[in-house]
């Protein structure tokens, strides 16, 4: 049996980001909105809003999408 050495005294490292689209969605307030060009980026940006226990509405307008944080 291989005998492991138990430490203390290194920290944990701290939480990293988990992507451009959750940073965005937790910056956003209610009634914000943000322009993307693409569909995927319009889907990841809803479903980042979504996680932080918002709700998303997305439309398409002139040469992209626009998505809303609503609450």
């Not at 307030?29 to 322009?35: A, E, H, L, T």
């Not at 709700?55 to 002139?62: G, I, K, M, P």
């Amino acid at each position: 049996m291989t005998d492991y050495k138990i430490d203390k005294k290194y920290p944990m490292p701290g939480k990293t980001s988990r992507g451009k689209w959750q940073d965005l969605a937790n910056r956003m307030k209610p009634g914000q909105s943000v322009f993307v060009m693409r569909g995927s980026e319009r889907s990841g940006l809803a479903l980042a809003i979504r996680r932080t226990g918002g709700v998303a509405v997305t439309r398409a307008v002139d040469n992209g999408f626009r998505v809303w944080r609503t609450e």
